[in-house]
Structures are given as structure tokens and as C-alpha cells.
């Protein structure tokens, strides 16, 4: 077997596909809490072996929309690749193969919360750098761009006016600095939100966890709530005084309209974790704008949460993970077997 091939233990196990190292530590550190066996498929540099069926247990998705800004350009081909093997095999996947289609597209995205009747913010799909201005010339300014396949505020600018865009629409096509990977940009509707923040929910096993406002003071759009990407100057630093630049809405509850909203949406998607991004305008509107199927939880907000008697989300993802597997494989934790069933 190549030293590339994907890791296979005889185990059932949850086989964690991920394309960033950095950011499955305590995900693999709450899972090791509760004794549950976990193996790592990092995405790209690795093998599989088409003649072969994948291993039992349970899978868990959890690549990105930006991997291509870490590794390689075509991470999300290798991710198709990986999730269709395992969908043709009958295999469980937590986060699987459609609901990698819509984390690596936000048009997708776009259609499935229109398509339910939320609110979202009017936006066009530009295929090329010309057609960028032509959709521009449809909206008022202030406008934003953004990246088709997005993450950690990818492509996401501000123009206050037409001729702004124009200055700079080069450098969304293919080959420029701020091109997309599929080299589709949107051109979307600011939405200003009433105060500096926007929310981000955090659903588990499909259900509510817990709801965080983040500072949009320091005018960032790149909102990654992992400690590497905590934006200097925008509430993030210790002075006495500054608003924490993630923190616990207790006003966002499992009963708050939209929340009930978003888990049938969820559900009728079939993505179990997501974390997925509003805006409150002064006028009363909840404008959903990003659904995100994977999420790394901001540390001060976990450890607030173990502090307050509240289980953290990393706990909460192991104990679904843990139950989802004893259902997946059943054999592992039942000393009857599935001969007794
Ligand atoms: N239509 C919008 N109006 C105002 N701000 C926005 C809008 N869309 C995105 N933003 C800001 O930009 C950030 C990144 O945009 P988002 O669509 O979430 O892309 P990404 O997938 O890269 O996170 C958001 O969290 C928000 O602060
Ligand atoms: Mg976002």
C-alpha cells in the first residue's frame, strides 16, 4: 500500500475528511475524550484504490470552501471524487456529497434560502470580469463582490461606486490577483447591518447549539472565527474596555423564529453541522447571506460556554459523532451484533 493511501483501520471509526490540519485539533481532542476511534483523510496528496470498497464506520465531511487558498486549486475535485466513492458504496456520511456541493457554492446556497422564502440580499452571478461591471451596473451602490466558492471572506470587497469596480474588475479575471477558483464573482446588495455585527447559528445533529455575534466594526470580511484569523484592531485584543470580537448572542434561542426557520431548512437539505450568517438591518430585516458546513469554533467562546456549565460545541459534535457511529455500526457497541437485530 502506497504511503499515500488513505488511512484504514479495522475498527468501525469516523473517518474525519478534512483538508486542513490546523484546524481539526479539537475536534480530534474531544473525540479522544470520549474514547471515540477517529482517522484523519487530509485532502489532496493521498490515493484511493477504485477497486476497493471503503472501510466500515461513519465519515464525517468536513472540507472547505477555501482549501484551494492552502494547497492545490483542485481539492474540491478530490473531494467529489472521495464523496461520490462513498455514496456509491452506501456509506454514512455526515456533511456528504451534496452538501459539499452547496458549502463550494454560494449561488447554490442563494437558491436554497430564496427557494424556502428568506430574506436574502439581491445578488447576481458574473461569469468573467466584463460581464462583472455589466451586472454592477444593475445595483446601487454601495455594492459587494464575493467569491462564487468563498470562505474566510474570499473576494468579498466593498465598492461605493461603479467606476471603483471598474478600476479594479481585472483582477477578478482568470490569472488576476483576486480571481475565483471557478471564476464566478457575485455582485451582491450591501445589506448595513443596524449595529457593527453580524450573527453567526451554529447547528448540531441538525439542532440549534448556539448563536455568536461577530464585531464588524474593524470593517473585516474575513470572519473565520479560528484564533489564526482574529483580525487585529477589530475588538479582538485584550484592552479593557473593547467589545470581544465573537461572543454569545443569549437573545438568539432554539425558539427564535428564524432559528425554527433555519433547522427545517437544514433538515430538508440533509446537513447536520452548519454554521450559517445573518444580518439585522435597522428596518427590521434578518437577511441570511452564508451557509457554512463546517465550523471552527472561536476558543473564547468555548471555553465561556464550559465555564458557564454549557456544553462546548466541539463536545456536543463528539457526542453526535459518537451516537452516529454506534448507529452506522452497530456491531461496535452491541455485544448482541446486527445477527440479534
Ligand atoms: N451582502 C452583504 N452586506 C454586508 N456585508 C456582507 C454581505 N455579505 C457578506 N458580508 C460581510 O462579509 C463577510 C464575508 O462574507 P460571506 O458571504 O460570509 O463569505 P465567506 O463565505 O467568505 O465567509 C460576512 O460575514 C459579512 O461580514
Ligand atoms: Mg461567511
Keep these: 500500500m502506497s504511503s499515500h ?32 476511534a477517529h482517522v484523519e483523510w487530509l485532502l489532496p496528496e493521498t490515493t484511493i484504490d477504485l477497486a476497493a470498497e471503503p472501510p466500515e464506520g461513519l465519515f464525517w465531511s468536513r472540507l472547505s470552501a477555501s482549501a484551494h487558498t492552502r494547497t492545490d486549486p483542485h481539492v474540491k475535485e478530490y473531494g467529489r471524487a472521495v464523496l461520490d466513492w462513498l455514496a456509491a ?26 427557494g424556502q422564502g428568506f430574506d436574502v440580499p439581491r445578488t447576481a452571478a458574473a461569469f468573467g470580469s466584463r460581464a462583472l461591471v455589466e451586472a454592477a451596473a444593475g445595483f446601487t451602490p454601495p455594492f459587494i463582490t464575493k467569491h ?28 488576476g490577483t483576486n ?28 439542532r440549534f ?30 484592552n479593557v474596555g473593547e467589545v470581544p470580537q465573537f461572543a454569545r448572542r443569549n437573545d438568539v434561542t432554539a425558539a427564535t423564529p428564524l432559528i425554527a426557520r433555519l ?26 447571506y452564508d451557509i457554512n458546513t463546517n465550523t471552527n469554533y472561536n476558543p473564547s467562546v468555548e471555553s465561556a460556554e464550559l465555564s458557564a456549565g454549557r456544553q462546548p460545541a466541539v463536545d456536543r459534535i463528539a457526542q453526535y459523532v459518537s451516537d452516529t457511529l454506534a448507529e452506522a455500526a452497530p456491531q461496535s457497541v452491541s455485544p448482541a451484533g446486527p445477527a440479534a437485530r
Design 148 to 175: 462564487n466558492q468563498g470562505g474566510k471572506g474570499l473576494g468579498v470587497r466593498r465598492f461605493d461606486s461603479h467606476a471603483e469596480l471598474e478600476a479594479v474588475a481585472d483582477e477578478f479575471a482568470p490569472g
Design 89 to 114: 458504496a452506501g456509506r454514512r456520511v455526515i456533511n456528504g456529497r451534496d452538501v459539499y456541493e452547496l458549502e463550494v457554492s454560494k449561488i447554490r446556497q442563494h437558491r436554497e434560502l430564496a
Design 179 to 206: 480571481a475565483p477558483i471557478d471564476g464566478i464573482t457575485l455582485i451582491q446588495e450591501y445589506v448595513q447591518p443596524a449595529q457593527p455585527f453580524i450573527t453567526r447559528a451554529e447547528f448540531i445533529g441538525g
Design 263 to 288: 433547522e427545517t431548512l437544514l433538515s430538508g437539505l440533509g446537513i447536520e453541522i452548519a454554521g450559517i450568517e445573518f444580518i439585522e438591518t435597522a428596518d427590521g430585516r434578518q437577511v441570511v
Design 209 to 238: 447549539h448556539y448563536a455568536v455575534r461577530v464585531d464588524v466594526s474593524g470593517g473585516s470580511f474575513e470572519l473565520c472565527p479560528a484564533d489564526a484569523c482574529e483580525v487585529p484592531g477589530a475588538g479582538a485584543g485584550p
Design 5 to 36: 493511501a488513505l488511512p484504514v483501520t479495522g475498527d468501525p471509526a469516523v473517518y474525519i475528511i478534512h483538508d486542513n490540519p490546523e484546524w481539526i485539533a479539537p475536534f480530534t481532542d474531544a473525540l479522544d475524550r470520549l474514547g471515540v
